[in-house]
């Protein structure tokens, strides 16, 4: 039996594989943040094509959490049945569903990595006259050539906690079995982890502690917002807890893999279930050494460091690639982005190529017949 093939269980919760769709942005939501069609299709897509578990894009936790006006919501009652609807559909193909809360903070407001805007040269900050907005940050230091965010007060920092605790009970009610804290990639969580973006003195700021406070509290009110449907009723079940860090800032002074190891126990001990290890995104001009699983070694780093299970990310495209990855005990799964949008079907075709019988193969009934032999 291949060990990517292999059931992984957390919490109680039982992924029927270890390969996930990592959380990638769409940007194919209107102003109000509500999934559309596209999203139906796309997540369905890689459901049919058997990830053991489809994450959401960045869910904006506020709507000025959001990176794009296009990005997706979960900020208001709203959202709620539009996702049900999604989540309905990946449960119906044996897949689980996740959703990944987000905050963009100091790099929210912008304009979305589409051609239509990239050809245009309309990029970065998007004037408040275009439907902008002022972001928030630790800091008041804008990313690169950002506009610069308005300094979180600490009242400020508590409606954000609140707000991320408030997402949890709405994709709890949405139907998502995981639910994914967005702390890496420059956005606000990370913002306050490093060192490079957060220059506070008061609780939030300074030393290890003050800078993963955020983080902690983030961590436990979702945690406790999930907890609250664990009692008997229409959603009695265990919900998963998943935190996405940069592994590093790959910049000296910056957030490290030691760092990241250090958070993963004290997250582990308020209710996280799996650290999801990427790297970068706080540094506009970082040097990042990019290359196939170019950052499978932060996750093993922190597995191994932590005892924390890890998901290992980045340039992840073969199965036998993705199979020693697990074998080598570097991650607990392996998270797919551009290699499942290339192939929606990616797990049907690794488990051709390491060996599973057909009948152990994720293929839904309708695509049996084209189980090779």
């Known amino acids: ?8 269980t957390l919490r109680g919760v039982t992924f029927a594989n270890r390969i996930f769709l990592s959380p990638m942005c769409q940007y194919s939501c209107g102003p109000g943040g509500i999934p559309t069609d ?12 058997g990830f053991g578990l489809v994450l959401t894009e960045a869910s904006a936790v506020t709507p000025r959490g959001r990176i794009s006006l296009q990005d997706a919501g979960i900020w208001s009652e709203a959202h709620i049945a539009p996702w049900k609807r999604i989540t309905d559909f990946i449960h119906g193909r044996g897949s689980l569903a996740g959703m990944q809360l987000a905050h963009a903070g100091r790099k929210g407001s912008t304009y979305p990595a589409l051609p239509e805007f990239t ?27 950002y506009r610069p965010p308005h300094e979180l007060t600490t009242a400020e920092i508590g409606d954000v906690v609140a707000a991320f605790a408030a997402g949890a009970r709405r994709a709890v009610r949405a139907g998502f079995d995981v639910i994914e ?11 306050f982890l490093s060192p490079l973006s957060n220059f506070r003195t008061d609780e939030y700021g300074g030393d290890f502690d003050g800078r993963t406070r955020l983080l902690a509290e983030v961590v436990s009110a979702v945690r406790a ?12 079940r265990q919900l998963v807890v998943f935190v996405r860090l940069s592994g590093s800032d790959w910049t000296a002074g910056g957030w490290s893999v030691q760092d990241t190891t250090k958070a993963a126990v004290l997250i582990a001990g308020l209710g996280a279930d799996l650290v999801d290890v990427s790297s970068g995104g706080n ?7 990019v290359g196939p699983g170019y950052q499978v070694p932060f996750a093993d780093a922190v597995r191994n460091g932590s005892g924390v299970p890890t998901g290992a990310v980045g340039l992840i495209t073969e199965p036998a690639q993705a199979e020693k990855i697990l074998t080598d005990g570097s991650a607990d799964a392996v998270l797919l982005a551009r290699a499942a949008l290339r192939e929606p079907a990616w797990p049907l075709r690794a488990a051709h190529e390491l060996g599973l019988d057909p009948k152990d193969a994720p293929f839904p009934a309708q695509y049996r017949r084209a189980a090779r032999r």
């Open 181 to 191: 804290i967005h702390g890496a990639h420059g956005y606000l969580i990370h913002e």
């Open 225 to 236: 917002a999930a907890d609250e449907f664990n009692a008997p009723g229409d959603y009695e």
């Open 283 to 289: 540094v506009p001009d970082a040097k990042i050494t």
């Open 119 to 145: 050809s245009a040269g309309r990029l970065g900050s998007v004037p408040e006259a275009d439907g902008g907005w002022m972001t928030v940050g630790p800091s008041p230091e804008a990313f690169g050539s």
């Open 1 to 8: 039996m291949s060990l990517l093939f292999s059931p992984l």
């Open 38 to 49: 596209w999203h139906l299709v796309h997540l369905g897509s890689r459901a049919v094509g």
